[in-house]
């Protein structure tokens, strides 16, 4: 689970890390007000979930609260990268002489947490690991004896960390090892830790990243959730015990298994279609998922058809026929294909409410589906 970046920020300062002054806004109003009461430059940054927000245009500088309300106006409700932003960060700007990077993160193969530290952090950090691998620091951390201040100074050293800022990125390199521990994080991050013209130490942004498994003993952690969305059936679909991801054309796409509904998504762009959806219902999901899944794509006006492509395993292609005969309760709305095949396929088929298009073969449903389509134009 990923923290937006003013929790995540909260938690660092509750550590100790050194963060700049700031709070929420909602609307370019409030934006204008936290900036008067800051009473410096602020940066205006919204808070979603997504990375390189910097160069999306999502995080911007303003040098007066109406100017700061300016810039809330052009980023309180824009598209970053998918994602829709209500809230900015409205926080004092710092003055910026060097950026850092700092992080810990699980190392999977070693099984053990490792500190990743660089002197050349800020935006291009993605850039700089892969073609200058040497700027950037490592070091693994004994999960019994933690980071000791000796280890700490010496990655330090290893990455070019200025001489008179050692102690204090060490102090907070060590601060950020422990937040990550106390909150089973998966990765914890301040990227960039910035060295200002004062020559003080501030955490410009922050990451944090949740182990889901863990979220059962961190529950005020998962009380922080704040998904957002692209739209409603998106985050309604969140909430629902299929897997599904939007997409831009109109042929509704229920398949039991992730292999399956792509290759049945392949198929229809193949044949000169466009679904509308990826939706897997899962390999043993029972009649009353499948209803709930064709009731959800049903209410989609984006979608005309709907194709139904379930090949029965463990899943009994007449219990199938069951969930499908319960969404539509005898009404077929928008046209239905069918392709059942498998366990009980034959019993499934002569189940299912007459006017559904039953086909055995999967080509032969999704050209069905796509000629449906053009004659509902
Ligand atoms: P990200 O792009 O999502 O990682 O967002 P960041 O918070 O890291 O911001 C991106 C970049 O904007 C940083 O690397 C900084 O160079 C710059 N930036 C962010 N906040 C400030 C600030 O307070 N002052 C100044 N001068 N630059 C900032
Ligand atoms: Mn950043």
Same mark, same amino acid.
């Not at 003013?6 to 909602?26: L, S, T, V």
């Not at 700061?68 to 980023?75: F, L, Y």
């Not at 530290?117 to 490592?138: H, L, M, Q, T, Y």
């Given at each position: ?25 909602? &609307?370019? =109003?409030?934006? !204008?007000? $936290?900036?008067?009461?800051?009473? @410096? +430059?602020?940066?205006?940054? #919204?808070?979603? %979930? ?67 530290? &660089?002197? =050349?952090?800020? !935006?291009? $950090?993605?850039?700089?690991?892969? @073609? +200058?691998?040497?700027?950037? #620091?490592?070091? %693994? ?237």
């Amino acid at each position: 689970m990923r923290l937006h970046e003013y929790q995540a920020k909260q938690i660092f300062e509750n550590e100790g890390i050194p963060i700049p002054d700031g709070e929420i806004a909602q &609307s370019p =109003e409030e934006a !204008e007000k $936290i900036a008067e009461k800051l009473d @410096e +430059r602020v940066a205006v940054k #919204a808070q979603v %979930h997504v990375g390189g927000r910097g160069k999306a245009g999502g995080v911007k500088i303003a040098s007066s609260p109406p100017e700061a309300r300016t810039m809330s106006e052009k980023v309180l409700g824009m598209n970053l990268k998918g994602r829709f932003v209500e809230k900015v960060l409205v926080e004092e700007a710092a003055e910026i002489c060097q950026e850092f990077y700092i992080g810990v993160t699980l190392d999977r193969e070693q099984g053990q947490p490792v500190a990743i530290v &660089s002197s =050349e952090g800020g !935006e291009n $950090i993605e850039k700089i690991a892969e @073609e +200058r691998p040497d700027a950037i #620091a490592k070091k %693994h951390i004994n999960y019994a004896y933690g980071l000791q201040d000796f280890e700490a100074r010496e990655i330090l050293y290893k990455a070019n960390i200025p001489k008179n800022m050692v102690r204090e990125v060490s102090s907070t390199l060590k601060l950020l090892y422990s937040v990550w521990k106390k909150t089973d994080a998966e990765d914890a991050e301040v990227n960039p830790l910035v060295m200002t013209e004062q020559n003080n130490l501030l955490g410009v942004d922050a990451v944090l990243n949740i182990d889901d498994s863990a979220l059962y003993r961190q529950k005020n952690l998962a009380d922080l959730r704040e998904e957002t969305f692209e739209d409603e059936l998106e985050a309604e679909a969140s909430e629902k015990e299929f897997d599904y991801v939007r997409l831009d054309g109109n042929i509704g796409v229920i398949g039991n298994g992730a292999g399956l509904v792509m290759t049945t998504l392949d198929l229809i762009d193949h044949y000169g279609g466009s679904p509308s959806n990826f939706l897997d219902v899962g390999g043993g999901a029972k009649a009353e998922i499948l209803s709930e899944a064709l009731e959800f794509l049903l209410r989609d006006d984006q979608v005309d058809v709907v194709l139904l492509n379930i090949f029965g395993g463990i899943t009994r292609c007449d219990e199938v026929a069951r969930g499908i005969n319960q969404a539509l309760e005898g009404k077929v709305p928008i046209p239905l294909v069918v392709r059942l095949a498998g366990t009980n396929g034959e019993e499934g088929r002569k189940r299912l409410t007459n006017n559904v298009n039953i086909e055995k073969s999967l080509e032969d449903a999704v050209k069905k589906a796509i000629k449906l389509v053009e004659e509902n134009k």
